[in-house]
């Protein structure tokens, strides 16, 4: 595995480990808004444990599949922490969200909607 940098015509920066002039391995995005993701990466696509910070203060750091959040996982942004199961970039199946004032739902989630316990 070779080490490297590549920029991709969306102004995408990658600096990690390639294969075949891929991201393959460990490595970091720097997005042009100035999120950044640093993970794991199969032949270009990110895959497997990473973290994400967005711009805006987002946190997810998980799994990952196809690019996506995707298994188990923890999420915070405007003081709320969801933790436990996503798919898709949603939470779905176990977990758990606490807002700032207190207030928690812990079960069963469904495409991002609390659905009970």
């Known amino acids: 595995m070779a080490e490297g940098k590549l920029t991709f015509p969306d102004g995408i920066a ?41 711009s805006g203060g987002i946190v997810y750091e998980g799994d990952w599949v196809d690019g996506w959040p995707d298994g188990k996982g923890k999420r915070t942004y405007n003081g709320i922490v969801e933790e436990g199961d ?3 970039g949603k939470m779905h199946g176990k ?5 700032p004032d207190g207030k928690v739902e812990e079960g069963n989630w469904k495409d991002g909607e609390f659905v009970g316990k």
């Open 95 to 99: 977990g758990k969200k606490t807002y």
């Open 14 to 54: 990658y600096e990690g480990e390639l294969v075949d002039g891929k991201p393959h391995g460990k490595g970091k995005l720097t997005y042009p808004g100035g999120g950044v993701h640093e993970g794991d990466f199969v032949y270009g696509k990110i895959q497997g444990k990473g973290k994400f910070t967005s």
């Open 86 to 88: 996503f798919v898709h």
